[in-house]
């Protein structure tokens, strides 16, 4: 297959996190060299394995990541009023910072919502470029590659925020409830706000 960037993100159904989205370049020459290594889905890989592909990815591939904070997420959140809206623009951010040092003709993203949610979010150099979404997107090595350093970065970051609270953050929405109520109870239920991603339905069951 052609040159091309793959695009996929992680923490969108996490409580507690960031949200994070990497942008990956790769050519006939990295796409062998990645498929040998065993980059796939990074929802098929456990937590050791995306942390060691994240640095032959890295290592062999252009890439870039965006980080959006629980904080800056909510306000996001709160200004655009959808999801997907903001995915849209996550992965938007992602392709033009990368495309600021590749030539790419082609980009290949997992399809969240209305298709044009993301082809409305690139800017002047992105829209140059052909966009195909489709689902299941991370059957291509491309976004595959790319979900494994966005899943390495989210992890790294809900580190990051468990010790800054001192308090092990869970992954997930389905059992953090109680982590939530610790939170709330212990630090002030303002302090979810740094720490959370406040529209989840997580917030009504506190």
């Not at 290949?108 to 299941?136: C, P, W, Y």
């Not at 790319?146 to 308090?167: G, N, P, Q, W």
């Amino acid at each position: 297959m052609n040159a091309r960037i793959g695009t996929d993100e992680a923490g969108k159904g996490d409580f507690f996190g960031y949200l994070t989205v990497a942008a990956v370049y790769v050519d006939e020459e990295t796409e062998s060299m990645l498929t040998a290594a065993g980059v796939k889905d990074s929802k098929l890989l456990s937590d050791a394995q995306v942390m060691r592909l994240e640095r032959l990815v890295k290592k062999t591939c252009p890439f870039d990541v965006v980080r959006i904070s629980p904080e800056r997420y909510n306000r996001l959140y709160a200004k655009l009023k959808n999801l997907n809206t903001l995915l849209g623009w996550a992965h938007a951010r992602a392709i033009e910072n990368l495309l600021q040092n590749v030539g790419c003709k082609t980009v290949i993203a997992d399809q969240f919502g209305n298709k044009r949610i993301l082809e409305e979010s690139l800017m002047k150099k992105g829209r140059t470029v052909h966009l195909v979404q489709k689902t299941h997107a991370e059957s291509d090595v491309a976004v595959a590659a790319a979900s494994i350093l966005a899943r390495a970065e989210f992890l790294r970051t809900l580190d990051a925020l468990s010790k800054s609270c001192r308090i092990k953050l869970p992954k997930g929405a389905a059992h953090v409830v109680e982590t939530a109520r610790n939170i709330a109870r212990t630090r002030g239920r303002e302090f979810l706000n740094a720490v959370a991603k406040t529209h989840f339905k997580t917030m009504k069951k506190l």
